[in-house]
């Protein structure tokens, strides 16, 4: 069987997300985002992604993201038989710990994902922005990604922060 993007699609979301993301794992804009972060964490699955007011975007992503979602059974099935390699496997555990929401944000991963992923975008992917963990920086896109979400994920602005510092490190 020829494996597609699909396919590893799949076995990334089967990797990262449980049963009970049902809201996360059918969304584009959600998915994006995993993949986002996923590609951030040093698994390149070759997507070029843009910042918008829905979090990290990818065009080509999005079409095969609609075609998992319309064919989404026969791709995860076929991804459970697949076996990964073991660096396949430490990458996914890493992408894994930088997504998973904290205690605060149970039962609202997809905001918790939103926040993350766009700060993300904003602070280390814009060329306009200083690309650093700084105060000024730390206030500045804090600011913004809040202006975005119209405070809905504004308790966890200073969470997916320190997340994100803790993962790319102070630059």
């Not at 939103?114 to 500045?140: A, G, I």
Request: aromatic content about 12%.
């Amino acid at each position: 069987m020829e494996t597609t993007q699909q396919h590893v699609l799949a076995i990334v979301f089967q990797g990262l997300c449980s049963e009970d993301d049902f809201y996360v794992t059918n969304s584009v804009h959600m998915l994006q985002s995993i993949i986002c972060l996923t590609q951030a964490t040093g698994m390149n699955l070759g997507y070029i992604f843009k910042f918008s007011a829905h979090g990290p975007i990818s065009k080509s992503l999005t079409d095969r993201l609609k075609r998992y979602l319309t064919e989404r059974r026969e791709f995860d099935l076929a991804a459970k038989t697949m076996v990964l390699k073991p660096g396949v496997e430490a990458k996914l555990e890493v992408a894994k710990a930088l997504i998973e929401p904290p205690k605060t944000a149970e039962g609202v991963k997809y905001i918790w994902l939103k926040v993350l992923s766009s700060m993300y975008m904003y602070v280390l992917c814009w060329p306009e922005v200083n690309q650093s963990f700084t105060r000024f920086n730390k206030d500045k896109t804090k600011k913004h990604i809040a202006s975005l979400f119209r405070f809905t994920g504004y308790a966890f602005l200073n969470e997916a922060w320190e997340r994100l510092e803790e993962f790319f490190g102070k630059k």
